[in-house]
């Protein structure tokens, strides 16, 4: 009795993921054992390389291709959505221990800007003109407020450091009106205002320091609205 059809179809599976320490499944010749490895492998690689495009040049050729080989091969998948493929790299990277440090968050920064870029989220309800000291100001749901230990915005093949700053990288990450992704770099003060903003604009600005910084703090949510970043209050 041969083999049956399900343990012939792990064993396959088990061949295309990881064919260095697995045996190809009987009765089939290698010539095709091959395309399919290739059409499997090339479609997963192509697939991450339009989503981390930056890791994928900064890496390399070499250690890019050993990255992704270690994925297909290691890590067990649990979502069948292609658009869900790069954020269950982001999980695997998070498991591992990788050869440049700061891997992880170059490959969640990249992965934002393509989360926001496809989003069809829609705010709350809100006040597009409520006031924003009395109020609770509310940022755009296309908009991220960032905490990096890397600086991820500028690592890239000409840039590659081996320890990460004493200071970290804050960023606003947002999508405009016409659906470009836009990444700006945030002073401590403004990160702590938009990172927890909860409570009226008042309370968080009073927690900020003294009435010049207060002053400062309001004309930042002021600028903010009108670029659409914070789209009124709730």
Not at 8 to 18: A, E, I, K, M, W
Not at 203 to 223: F, P, S, T
Request: glycine share 8%.
């Amino acid at each position: 009795m041969g083999e049956p059809l399900r343990d012939q179809q792990f064993t396959l599976s088990r061949y295309l993921r990881d064919p260095e320490h697995n045996p190809p499944p009987p009765g089939i010749e290698a010539r095709r054992l091959k395309v399919y490895r290739e059409l499997f492998y090339n479609s997963l690689e192509g697939l991450l390389a339009g989503s981390f495009p930056v890791m994928r040049q900064t890496l390399g050729d070499v250690r890019w291709h050993a990255r992704v080989r270690d994925f297909y091969a290691s890590y067990r998948c649990q979502t069948p959505l292609f658009t869900e493929i790069s954020e269950a790299f982001i999980d695997y990277l998070q498991g591992i221990e990788a050869d440049a440090p700061w891997q992880l968050e170059l490959a969640h920064y990249e992965w934002i800007e393509a989360q926001l870029y496809l989003s069809d989220a829609e705010d709350p309800p809100h006040l597009p003109g409520g006031d924003l000291l009395e109020g609770e100001p509310l940022l755009s749901c296309v908009a991220r407020v960032l905490a990096y230990r890397w600086p991820v915005e500028q690592i890239g093949p000409d840039y590659q450091p081996q320890s990460a700053p004493q200071a970290p990288t804050l960023l606003l990450v947002y999508r405009d009106a016409d659906l470009q992704v836009h990444f700006a770099r945030l002073a401590p003060m403004a990160y702590q205002l938009l990172a927890g903003l909860s409570g009226t604009g008042r309370q968080r600005l009073q927690a900020l320091g003294d009435e010049n910084v207060q002053r400062q703090g309001l004309a930042m949510l002021e600028g903010l609205r009108e670029q659409g970043i914070i789209v009124g209050t709730r």
